[in-house]
Each structure stands twice: as structure tokens, then as C-alpha cells.
């Protein structure tokens, strides 16, 4: 995410935070104030986190980069961690992959597949941990079917006790990626748009 990017990418994440915690509309104004800031401060972990912005060319669209489909944030290691994350809490030395959302009218084109691959890659090339983490919401089916597909298995899940505080429960979920090999490729396949990008 280049700084010019930055509001784009605040109105994506804040859209996509309100609409999964069924906060109303009103609530959207705060939540972009606090998104922000907190993008401010992961840009000081870089290059030990990084987030990815994923664009959409359509086949009928003119130049430039498109569309903002979707993002995603990587941590790479101890030093790139979040300092309160969701529980259960993966461990802080293994890469991270969370605050994955795809902008809502372009779901289930294929897009949260591509920045999740995109993801993997570059923690193959950037880390020399194999074992990779992420959180989903047990009432997240879509994104739980989505993980399982790509490998990732539930090692842990939140105890019962954290509704009282109001909050969903969540799957740790853990995939072991291989060997990374020269021919790494994102696989494109399922999608609608005739070109996606993934960026950092």
C-alpha cells in the first residue's frame, strides 16, 4: 500500500468492519478515524508487515490500475506482530495473514483466492518460516471453505466465554507451506476480471 492509497484502503477496511460487526451506518465515520491511524502505525513495521492491495482490470475498462478489489495484511514475523491480536493467539514468530476483505459488489470472483495466494508467495519469499497463520470467524462459512481449499487447518478455537465480551469466535487456523520453487504462479483461474493485480 503506497500513502496515496492509504483512504482507499481506509474505506475499504471500515466498510468491511462495520458490515461484519452489524454496527449501523453511523458508526462509519469513527471506525474510518480508527482504521486510519492504525494503518499509520503498521506502516512503521514495514518491512516486517506489509499490507497488499489487489486491483481489478475488467476487459472493457480503460488504463491505468483499476479498480481497489481487495486487501490483505501480512506479518512476517516477531517484529512486524500486531501487539494485542485476536485470540487465539498464534504465535508471534510465525508469519500472519489477517484483515483480508474484498470490496462487496466484487465477491466470489476469485479475488480473496488471488490475495491469499499472493499472501503465501510472499511470505515464501520473505520469510523462512513454513508455518502460517490466520484467524476466521466460526459464523464465516464463505472464508472458512475458502481457507480449508487452500490448506489451512483449525488448531485452535476461542472458548464459548468470549461471547460475553461480545465478540465472535474465532478459528486459529495454521498451513505449512512447501519449499518455495522459481516458478511460483498465482492461479487465476474462477475469476470474472480479465487481469487482477496484487501489489504491496
Known amino acids: 500500500m503506497r500513502p496515496d492509497e492509504t483512504d482507499v484502503t481506509v474505506k ?3 466498510e468491511s468492519f462495520v458490515e461484519s460487526m452489524k454496527l449501523p451506518d453511523w458508526y462509519l465515520p469513527l471506525v474510518s478515524y480508527l482504521v486510519k491511524q ?3 502505525e503498521r506502516r512503521a513495521a514495514i518491512p516486517h508487515a506489509v499490507t497488499l492491495l489487489g486491483f481489478v482490470k475488467w476487459k472493457d475498462g480503460g488504463g491505468g490500475e483499476g479498480e481497489l478489489a481487495g486487501t490483505v495484511e501480512i506479518c512476517f514475523n516477531k517484529r512486524g506482530a500486531n501487539d494485542s491480536p485476536p485470540t487465539p493467539t ?3 514468530d510465525s508469519p500472519y495473514i489477517c484483515n483480508m476483505t474484498v470490496n462487496k459488489p466484487l465477491r466470489r470472483r476469485g ?3 488471488n490475495l491469499l495466494k499472493a499472501s503465501e508467495e ?3 519469499q520473505m520469510s523462512c518460516v513454513r508455518e502460517v497463520y490466520l484467524h476466521c470467524r466460526m459464523v464465516d462459512s464463505a472464508p472458512f471453505n475458502m481457507y480449508t481449499r487452500a490448506g489451512y487447518n483449525v488448531v485452535k478455537t476461542d472458548s464459548i466465554l468470549v461471547l460475553l465480551l461480545l465478540q465472535s469466535r474465532k478459528h486459529l487456523m495454521l498451513k505449512k507451506l512447501p519449499v518455495p520453487t522459481n516458478d ?3 492461479e487465476m483461474s474462477g ?3 480479465e487481469h487482477v493485480q496484487v501489489g504491496a
Open 184 to 186: 511460483l504462479e498465482l
Open 191 to 193: 475469476s470474472d476480471p
Open 90 to 92: 498464534p504465535p508471534k
Open 111 to 113: 479475488i480473496g483466492w
Open 12 to 14: 475499504l477496511l471500515s
Open 122 to 124: 510472499l511470505i515464501s
Open 38 to 40: 492504525y494503518l499509520f
